[in-house]
Each structure stands twice: as C-alpha cells, then as structure tokens.
C-alpha cells in the first residue's frame, strides 16, 4: 500500500498514548537526560506553525537519547496563570479556569498530533491548587529566610532572631533595607512583637515595601517592565503610569554576585549571557552624600541635616559635579522643591508618569527635566551644586539620584548644553563632548588635592578623603533591583500571607493551598482594590477552634473550617513568573503531595540537561528561576546551584505575507478590482493583506478571495498569464497579517512527520526563517520515497535478506555518521538534507536489503518517528515501539575508499575514468587498464609505446 499518513500516524499516537511509551522512571540503572522545552501559555488561538520549532528540535534530541541508551525525562505541562484569560473573563464573565481548561485542550490535541514524546504522566499546570500549593510554600520559606553575606547564602530567620536575642544587631552581615536599626539583645527583647516583625520585615527574601511600579489604570493592574511598550500596556494598548506603590517585592539582589558568577558555568548562547550581565549590572565605585542646605522649611516637611547620597562609578571627576540629578520619584523631591519651582516639577513628574521604565532608559536623545530651587554642598570643596530632577534617572536604580558630570559624561553634557549650565574641564587634555575614559592619559585640573594625579592615584586620594570627612566610602553596586512580586489582578496564586495591626504574617502550612476565592466580577473593587477584595468573607483565622468536626476538616477553607479572630488575606496576586521559576522540579515527582518534589527524584535527575527556549525571557524567567534554583539550594532542597545545562534559543519562524493590489480611483478612492503583481507598475494601487492559506506558488484562488470578504465577493481582477500573481513579504506571523499558517492544516494534507522534518529543513534551529510553504511538497515525496525502498511497483513489502553490497554499507554508514553528529551540535536542518542523499543513493542502488533499511529506519525515527515505528513493525520486529531500540554503530570501515577512479589518458588527452582497486602496483594497473574493453576501443588495435602509472592520480597511454 502507498505511503498512508494519515493512518500511520493515528494508529502510532495511540499507541504511544495507550502504552505510555515516553513515561520516564526515578529509579534506574541508565544514565538520565533531561530535556526540557519552556512551557507554554495556552492562548486561545492555539498553535501556529511557528511555535513548534523548538518543541520539535527537543523531541528529535530526547529520542535520539533514548536510542542512545538514556532514561530520557521530556516532560510538557501549561503555564496557565496569565492576564489574557483574566481580561478574558472581565469582558465574557466567564471563569478564566473554564477558559484556560478550553485553550490547554486544543494545546493538547495539536501537540498530540505533531507526535511528541512527551511524558505525559507529568503533566503540570501553575493554575491547579495541587501545583501552586508549592508556589505558595516557596514564597513562604523565602519570607521565613534573610541573607547572610558572611555565609554567602540565605539561612533562617530564626537563626536571626536567635542572634538578635544573644548578641543583639552587633556582628550581623546581611542584604537588608539601608534603615535596619542598631540594637543590645535587652533592646531587641524589648520590642514589642509588632516592632521586631517591622524590622524583621526589613531583613526578609521576600517583603512588603513601596516601590514605583508600571501602574495600568485601565487594566487595574501593576505590569512588568515587558508587559509595557512605548508607554502602553502590550495587552489592549492602554496607558501606563508610573506609580508608587505597596508591593511585595523578592530580594534577587541578594543574590546578584552568585548570579553574576555563575552565567560562567553554563553553556548559554554568550549574547543571552551578555543581557543577564548587563541587566544584574556589576560596579564598583563609591558611595558620596551631598549634604542639603538646611534647614529647609517649604516643600511636604521640612528635612533638617540631611543629604543626598549618590552612588557613582568615576568618584574621580567629583570635582567636575556641576549639578545633582533625582529621579522625579525619589522621596526628597517634594521636600526639596521651592514654591516658585513647584508648578514646574508638578507638571515635569506628570509628564514622567507616563512613560515606562524602559522607556526611560532607552531614550537617550531626548533632554528634559526641571529645578527644584534647592542646591546641595560638594562634600569635598563646599561648592553650591542646584538640584534637579529628570526621567533619564530613575527611582530603583542605585540610590535615585546621581552627580552630573558634563565635562566627563556626554548625557550630562548635553543636559548641562541645553540648560546652560557649567561645564568644568577634568582632565587636562579631555574633550569635553564625549564621554571620559579613566584609562585614557591626562591628569586632573580643577580638582583641589588630586590636582596632577592620574586616574588611579586620583581615585583613592578622593575616597580617602570621603571616609575620612564621614561623606562616602568605596562600594559595589548592583543595577538590578529586587523583582516586584504582586499583581493587582485574580487569575494568580493567592499570596498566603495576612494582616494583624497592618503586619504580614504567614499562614500554616497545614493550610495549603490558599485557594482563590469565587467572586462576582474579575474588576478592581469600587474603591480601587484588586479583584480579591471582592471576596466575601476571605479572611485566614489564626486560632483554630479546638475540636473540629469530620465535615469541616474536608472544607477546602481555612474560613470555613476554624473559628477565632479573622484577618484579612493578601489582596494581590503572584506574578505570572512565580509559577515558572521551579517547575522543572516538579516535574520530577508531579504527584508528591507531601513535598514539591522528593530527596530521591531530586537526586536522580539534578538538572535540566537541555532546555530550549526564546531568548526574550533573558532578563525575565530566566534569572528568576536561576534565583530561585539557588535559593532552594541554600535550604537544602536542591542538589545544584544552576537548573538548566544547557540551552538553546531556537529562533523564530517569520510570516511569509501575500499582498493583493486594489485598484485606486482617481478621487483617489479604493477600487473592487485587483491588479497582478507583475503590472502594478503601470496602475495606481493600494496593497491589502491577503489570507496565504488561500494563496499557492503566489497564485491567488479567486474564487475563496471573493469569500474572503463581503466586500471582495463582486471583486474584478486584471491578471497576468490568465493568473493573479500576489506580492510577498516577511513579517512577524500574525492574525491582523493574515499570514498564520495553522499546523493542524499542514499535518491534514502533509502529516505530522513532514511538518516535522520541514520545520528542521527550513534553517539552522538558532537563526530566524520565513515560513514557505512551497518548500514542504518536497518533503513530503521525501518520505514517500523513503516508503517505497520497502515496497515494489504493486505497493508489497519486498525486503531481502540478501548481504548489503560495500556501496550501500558506505551510504549506510555516510548517514549514520552525519545524522549522530548532526543531533549532538543541534544541525538538524543538515540532516534533513543528508537523509534526502542517502534515500536517493539507496534507490539508485535499488537497495531492499533489511540490514541497511532497518538502520535507517533507527536514524530517521527521531525526526520522521511514525512512519519509522511503522516500517520497523513491517520489517517483523517483535511487537512494540522502535523508541528503545539501540542506535546503530559508525563502522568507519565501511567509508575506507578501496578503489580510485582513475583518469585514464591517451596522449595526454582524458577518455575515461576507471575504478581500480588501490592495492594494485603499478604493473598489475597496466594489465588491469589494458584488459579494459572501452580502453581498447579507444586505443583502436593500436600498442601503446608507453604506459605512465602514477599510483592514487592517473594513468597516461602514449600510442
């Protein structure tokens, strides 16, 4: 029978369903490898052909393993936590858990029929309670852990508290907020318990502080930095704000050096690598306050003795500050701003509130800011320096304020240039419109006591002297900030926290999970809390009553089954990055109830050995869950110190948009006629956006244009060669482009294993491509022919049992080689082309032989992997799957050229090429040649004078 896809490839994907095929054991004597994609969020437009890729190049790899002899663990679960399921629901108010369930079957269903080996048995999702239970549980040991720099890890609170108990804050070296108190142990115990947990607070891994947030009116919602772009929220386009906030926030800063160092002990792409250095941004410097002018008595207070502290990289040019720049969030700006300059800052910080963070940093052209009417004193020479504020500052970063130096910095230059303010020469020989170099040579002028030193000297003469008049000290600094962890939104993991006397407290653990509330709509409350202030009565009640009944314990709340004083719950929720940051663990024991995941599991697997994924997830889930991956590690929950080897970012699959040319009026008005590409040229045109799924070779199908619109179905076209040839153009794949090509209808007319064996041939797996469809027919003869090797002309299996020949163990063997060292470097695209050659060899050698089919069954099964279990089930193999079967051996004996085909020349002049064998000497050439009918047809009966053999190269005749 000729090739049947389609019932091939059912009949396998049962099969593997049914027998568990890809189901991964804890316990065994092979060696593990861990293969792991970045899981998806379940949109509800379902997979397009571009989303795949990365999927497919990891299944290729994890069956390859498998046939290598791994206990392969290839897991898939759902990132199902998300905004888009939540708007979803304010729009529909429909449950987004009905919405997420509904997309998470379509995902299923089209990741089926692709032919993944997932270990299904693993499944996990972030929105089920039995998953985000371990969330919460996390959350709530990194509230219960501070960081302990001498350790250089985070340990328990209670070893603090225990600390502060005997030897009060004397000794303690920790990452904590900058206002910790100093306290005697009698102190410490005299606090009240309210106070200790305020500075307690201070020194937890996960807290509660005001922080400047992205805040989205609209949405009723904090976003991160890249859920904004160009000051508007990716999801629905509304504006963002910059807003001051109550947020809880996780200390990563903490852990900023481990991070930093250990981006050198993974095997990452080294641009990826180069993001997370530049975004945890490593420097060392000084810290300098610059005493305020005091007193002040205008502005909200009035501050007394105080100052502003700036952390600078180049302390040497202190002397060059001509001004002190705020972020236009920073708490001294009210304080600071003198009536006369208070409409201007008002309307200056209006103006901030509107652009992102990232914004911000990204637009170094722009110059803008506004004076506050105070100034500030160089600490070192007592100089007046003016305060200003600008948004090219900002509020979490370093200490919200900087020194500007114009004269050493081309942003303060060109701010001091536009406000005309001074510029004073460092260096005496810098140009003052660029930026300062300290290697390069000069010394410093106008610099007081480093006068004539050079860079270095100047340095630590200036530090000196700010330890010494108590204004600075030397300091590392950090340009990441601690990762906001609250979202004002429902469709998240409840944070499992509540409030007594305006205290975070922590739930029991005997109460996890905290579940989400029902509630009557998924909006912010009236009076602007989130959505779970709508919950009626949501309260956590710390004294449970003493006996409980049968029927309350099985209550799924807290609330409804103890008694005691009520507290009110943590209103936001986790951000969408909470669930993501552990959830390979878990698929190493998916069903643990007891814990995230157990000790034995844990050790087996340690590790992601692979994973593959985008590379716009650099500074978001990846550093996150290399924070968290460390954290869990310093609690003794995890074995390594980085989760995942290696990875890999597959690049992405571009559109391939057609375009259709409407006809323009001479009012300038759009026409129903259509003109072909070729002739566009010669008539005024607009061009549309037209659906490629009806578009083939660039040919337009008229007729399904016509019902592509309403407005088409009347449409008139002006063809060329009797066609309507469409114009093309490579876009991101989209809706609003038409140009989404869905996989379920390449798989209805191609199959799973073209799909799969195209997205490979379409380019390296790291580099961007277009999708073409027009390549994929090729593919599919591919296997078709692939298919016919087993098969004579009447369709029968005609397989012989005959010995292969040299020539077809040689094209065995060229593949086996090529595809081995294809997969272990991630070329897969090489392969596909590989494959082509050898089929095309072995049906020109008209090859049957089972001994090189059934190997190349085993090599093309990871990529083509239904047709291959088919065909190994046809060759008689005993009943099962071709999963486990053993890779075939490279035998590089079979490559050793024995013959050459010899040149062979009559008077200097080619004829013929003669393969000879190479073991033969020069005389036994002579004969072989001569007792060659086609060389004596040349020589015509003719004796040659001379016969030149040069052995490996040529054979030359003189007649």
Not at 760 to 787: A, D, H
């Amino acid at each position: 029978m000729d090739y049947q896809f389609k019932d091939i490839e059912q009949k396998w994907q049962q099969f593997w369903a049914d027998k568990q095929t890809f189901k991964a054991e804890n316990h065994t004597t092979k060696p593990k490898y861990y293969v792991l994609d970045m899981f998806p969020y379940p949109s509800g437009a379902g997979l397009h052909v571009g989303h795949p890729l990365g999927y497919i190049a990891s299944d290729i790899f994890a069956r390859y393993k498998r046939l290598k002899g791994f206990n392969v663990l290839h897991p898939m679960g759902y990132d199902s936590f998300g905004l888009p399921a939540e708007q979803y629901a304010i729009q529909t108010g429909q449950h987004p858990s009905v919405t997420t369930e509904d997309n998470i079957a379509t995902y299923r269903r089209q990741l089926d029929q692709i032919g993944f080996s997932f270990d299904w048995s693993r499944e996990v999702r972030t929105s089920s309670p039995d998953y985000y239970k371990w969330t919460q549980w996390i959350f709530m040991q990194l509230f219960n852990s501070w960081y302990n720099k001498s350790a250089d890890k985070a340990e328990s609170i209670d070893e603090l508290v225990k600390h502060f108990e005997t030897s009060g804050s004397q000794g303690i070296n920790a990452v904590s907020d900058e206002d910790i108190l100093t306290f005697t142990a009698d102190e410490w115990k005299a606090l009240p318990d309210s106070r200790q947990q305020e500075e307690l607070l201070k020194y937890r891994l996960t807290y509660l502080r005001e922080s400047t947030v992205n805040w989205c009116p609209a949405l009723g919602t904090v976003l991160a930095n890249d859920e904004v772009k160009d000051g508007f929220s990716e999801r629905g386009g509304f504006p963002v704000e910059q807003k001051k906030m109550m947020q809880w926030s996780m200390r990563i800063t903490a852990y900023a050096e481990r991070l930093l160092q250990g981006l050198d002990t993974i095997d990452w792409p080294e641009p990826l690598k180069e993001m997370q250095r530049n975004w945890i941004g490593k420097s060392v410097g000084a810290s300098v306050k610059f005493p305020i002018e005091s007193p002040l008595s205008f502005g909200e207070g009035r501050v007394e003795s105080a100052s502003i502290e700036v952390f600078t990289t180049r302390v040497d040019t202190i002397f060059g500050v001509t001004l002190v720049v705020l972020a236009p969030e920073h708490e001294l700006v009210a304080a600071l701003t003198t009536p006369e300059q208070k409409a201007g800052i008002d309307a200056y910080i209006a103006q901030t509130k509107k652009k992102s963070e990232l914004d911000r940093m990204a637009d170094t052209k722009t110059v803008s800011g506004a004076f506050t009417g105070s100034y500030v004193l160089n600490p070192l020479n007592g100089e007046r320096i003016p305060v200003w504020i600008a948004d090219y500052v900002l509020a979490g970063y370093g200490t919200g304020a900087v020194m500007a130096v114009p004269s050493g910095d081309q942003r303060d230059y060109l701010f001091a240039k536009h406000f005309n303010l001074p510029i004073i020469p460092i260096l005496d020989s810098q140009n003052i419109d660029t930026e300062a170099d300290p290697t390069k040579e000069g010394k410093y002028i106008n610099s007081g006591f480093a006068n004539g030193l050079e860079y270095k000297e100047a340095t630590a003469a200036i530090i000196a002297k700010l330890e010494a008049v108590g204004a600075g000290k030397a300091k590392v600094n950090f340009r990441m900030r601690d990762a906001i962890f609250g979202r004002q939104r429902y469709w998240g993991e409840p944070v499992p926290v509540y409030f007594k006397d305006g205290l975070p407290y922590l739930i029991s653990e005997a109460d996890l999970p905290l579940l989400l509330p029902e509630i009557d709509k998924y909006l912010p409350t009236e009076s602007g809390e989130p959505p779970l202030g709508r919950a009626t009565g949501w309260a956590y009640h710390a004294s449970p009553k003493e006996s409980v009944s049968e029927e309350e314990l099985k209550a799924p709340s807290p609330l409804e089954r103890a008694g005691g004083e009520a507290y009110p719950y943590e209103l936001s929720t986790m951000p969408g990055w909470a669930g993501s940051s552990w959830y390979w663990y878990r698929y190493m024991d998916a069903h643990n109830n007891n814990e995230f995941a157990s000790k034995e599991a844990i050790e087996y697997w340690k590790d992601v050995d692979l994973y593959i994924g985008g590379s716009e997830h650099a500074t978001g889930h990846l550093l996150y869950s290399r924070f968290w991956n460390k954290f869990l590690k310093d609690i003794g929950k995890v074995t390594e110190e980085e989760p995942f080897k290696k990875l890999i970012n597959q690049g992405m699959i571009q559109g391939r948009s057609n375009f259709v040319y409407r006809l323009i009026d001479e009012q300038g008005r759009g026409t129903n006629t259509f003109v072909s590409h070729g002739l566009i040229k010669d008539y005024k045109t607009s061009p549309l956006h037209v659906d490629v799924n009806i578009v083939e070779n660039e040919v337009l199908n008229l007729d399904k244009f016509k019902k592509f619109r309403s407005e088409f179905e009347n449409a008139e076209f002006i063809l060329e060669n009797g066609k309507y040839i469409c114009g093309v153009e490579v876009e991101k794949m989209s809706k609003s482009k038409f140009n989404v090509v869905n996989p379920d209808d390449i798989i209805e007319r191609y199959g799973a294993d073209t799909l799969r064996m195209y997205e490979m041939f379409l380019g390296p797996l790291e580099q961007s491509k277009p999708w073409n469809t027009n390549g994929i027919e090729g593919v599919f003869k591919f296997l078709r022919k692939f298919w016919r090797l087993f098969h004579n002309d009447a369709w029968e299996l005609n397989v012989s049992n005959e010995a292969p020949t040299k020539a077809e163990l040689k094209s065995l063997h060229k593949i086996i080689r090529k595809v081995e060292e294809d997969i272990e470097r991630f070329s897969f695209n090489t392969s596909v082309s590989s494959f082509m050659i050898a089929v095309n060899e072995l049906t020109e050698l008209k090859c049957n032989k089972r001994a090189i089919l059934q190997e190349m069954v085993i090599v093309l099964s990871p990529y083509a992997p239904h047709i291959c279990e088919e065909l190994w089930t046809l060759l008689g193999n005993p009943a099962g799957t071709l999963s486990y079967a053993a890779y075939p051996k490279f035998n590089p004996a079979y490559l050793v050229e024995d013959d050459f085909a010899y040149p062979i020349s009559i008077n200097g002049k080619t004829k013929m090429n003669l393969s000879i064998p190479l073991s033969l000497e020069a005389k036994e050439v002579e004969q072989f040649v001569l007792a060659n009918a086609d060389v004596q047809r040349y020589l015509d009966g003719k004796t040659p004078k001379k016969i030149i053999v040069v052995k490996g190269r040529i054979v030359n005749m003189v007649v």
